[in-house]
Structures are given as structure tokens and as C-alpha cells.
């Protein structure tokens, strides 16, 4: 045999080899479910290591502040509100703070309507089931609530007896704002007596649309800044919170992450530069409640 044909048999075999290998190198890739072009980034190598798994939106958002003033309620909206109240003797709060029963603002001038705040007490209590039907619960506590579809439940907080819900807009929640809030208080049976309730108006996008924190890192923000303990997992939410109140009545928003740990335990990221934001959520729950307490008390002097 010829030199010639020796070597050209010596390179198909090679080649035969090598195709070999690499079909079996990509056999253990697909079967590894491993692959070596995405690898683990610093932040979450050190979740990893404690356990923390997550399911996050998709980076890369854009989004941008928004702002609204409080809703001032219209005769319109009094009318409504007159007419789905048959089990409520209800208040309304002005922006001076003046608090006058429905009725009276009904019969006045025009110009009065500048109400803000509605505060209302059943007549009869309003039965309810936190512990077997919470849901139901819920949607009952809306239906009777001037727009209640547009609140979401928060949590209800059993030491002070209250339901706390917040103003939902653009498929977004209002976090802790005083002005898109909804608090119920229950008796010792767990009915509800009394509510206050604020809106915003429409929130208005601001200029400047940028991207967001990547969801990674509102995560780790929050590992770094408090604890969340090993092998929990974490979901998140796309909400604002106040960013600054403007002379004008008119309150600016910024795009927050809801960092929900476990589901039950929430800590917000500033979405737009990634900082941690604090909140005392026993001192905001406490300060609706005393207002409520005051807008009815002053109510039943009237």
C-alpha cells in the first residue's frame, strides 16, 4: 500500500474521532443542564451560598416618576356615595381639616366641595370572617367603599384590630402613603365598624423614562441592609412610594421595588437608584388609626 493512501485513511480516522468526541462533549452539555457560557455573577454566588432562591421579573424596565395630587371628591361622587350608604353614617374631611356629616355637605353651595377624606361608621356592624374566608372578607369590605376595586389588601394587624389596604394605579400599588390608603377598624368579634379612606388622583408620568435596578440587586440591597434568613425565597413587585411632596399639593413617586420575602415579610428598593428605603410601618398603621378615630369622634359631635 502506497504511502499516500496510508496517510488519507490515518486523516479520515482522525476526523471520525474528533466528530465522535464532540458529539459526546455536547451529549454531557445537554444532559448537565449546565451551560458554560452563563455563569453565576458575584451577587448570586453569595445568595446561592445561603440558600436564597428567587423568582424575579425580567431586567431591563423602563419606567418613570410619576405624581398626583389627593382626590378631591366631586358632587357626583358624594351622590354615589349617598346612595351606597344605607348602612353608614359617614364624614367628610376638607383640606382645611374641617370634618362635616354628608349630608350637610350635600346641602351646601357648590364651592364646599373640596372634600378629601371620607371617614364612616356602620350602623350595624359589618360581618366578616377573617379566619376561614379572608377573600371574601375582602370583597365584602369593598363593595361597600366609594371605589373599592381600586384598593388592594395589605395585611390586617390583630393588636390593633385594623385592615390595612392600599390605592392601586397603573397595575401598580401606592406603598404607606397617607393619601391612597384604606384602613378598616374591627370590633373584638372581628366585624368591621369603622373606615377612613384617601385617594390619589390619576398619577401622571413625569420625563425621563429610564431602566430600573436589575432585580437581582434590589435583592441583594435588601440581604445587605437586614436579614433574611438562609434558604428563604424571594418574589418581587413593581409599586411607588412618596419620593418629595411639592409646594402644590402635588406628591412625586418614585418607582419602588416590593422585596416579599416568604411571602409574608416586605422591604422596599428605591427602583430607580437601587437604595434600600426604611419605613415604620407600626407608626404609619397607628397615625391612620388615631386619625380615624378623631374624624369619627368629631363626626358623632356634629
Known amino acids: ?27 454531557k452539555i445537554e444532559t448537565s443542564n449546565y451551560d458554560p457560557l452563563e455563569k453565576q455573577s458575584p451577587v448570586e454566588e453569595q445568595l446561592s451560598e445561603y440558600g436564597i432562591t428567587y423568582d424575579l421579573p425580567e431586567k431591563g424596565q423602563k419606567e418613570s416618576y410619576v405624581s398626583a395630587p389627593r382626590y378631591t371628591l366631586t358632587e357626583e361622587d358624594l351622590l354615589a356615595i349617598e346612595e351606597a350608604s344605607d348602612n353608614q353614617q359617614i364624614g367628610l374631611t376638607s383640606s382645611q381639616n ?125 440581604w445587605t441592609n437586614t436579614v433574611i434568613p438562609s434558604d428563604s425565597h424571594v418574589t418581587l413587585d413593581l409599586g411607588y412610594q412618596t419620593l418629595v411632596p411639592l409646594d402644590d399639593g402635588v406628591q412625586v413617586f418614585v418607582p419602588t421595588w416590593d422585596v416579599i420575602v416568604n411571602e409574608e415579610d416586605h422591604f422596599f428598593v428605591n427602583a430607580m437608584e437601587g437604595q434600600f428605603v426604611s419605613h415604620d410601618e407600626e407608626k404609619f398603621v397607628t397615625e391612620r388609626k388615631e386619625a380615624l378615630k378623631r374624624e369619627i369622634q368629631d363626626l358623632i359631635s356634629e
Open 98 to 222: 374641617e370634618v362635616l356629616p354628608l349630608e350637610d355637605v350635600l346641602d351646601g353651595e357648590p364651592s364646599i366641595f373640596n372634600m378629601e377624606v371620607i371617614a364612616s361608621e356602620f350602623i350595624e356592624p359589618l360581618s366578616l370572617d377573617l379566619e376561614n374566608d379572608l377573600n371574601e372578607s375582602i370583597e365584602s369590605i369593598k363593595s361597600q367603599v366609594f371605589k373599592g376595586d381600586s384598593y388592594v389588601f395589605w395585611d390586617y394587624y390583630e393588636d390593633e384590630q385594623v385592615l390595612l389596604f392600599f390605592q392601586r394605579q397603573n397595575e401598580k400599588t401606592v406603598y404607606f402613603n397617607e393619601s391612597a390608603t384604606l384602613i378598616v377598624l374591627l370590633n373584638e368579634e372581628g366585624d368591621a365598624i369603622q373606615y377612613r379612606q384617601t385617594m390619589l388622583d390619576e398619577l401622571e408620568d413625569r420625563p425621563d423614562e429610564q431602566t430600573v435596578t436589575d432585580p437581582i440587586n434590589a435583592v441583594f440591597s435588601v
Open 1 to 27: 500500500m502506497q504511502w499516500g493512501q496510508i496517510k488519507t485513511i490515518f486523516i479520515i480516522s482522525f476526523l471520525v474521532l474528533n466528530l465522535f468526541l464532540v458529539q459526546e462533549f455536547l451529549e
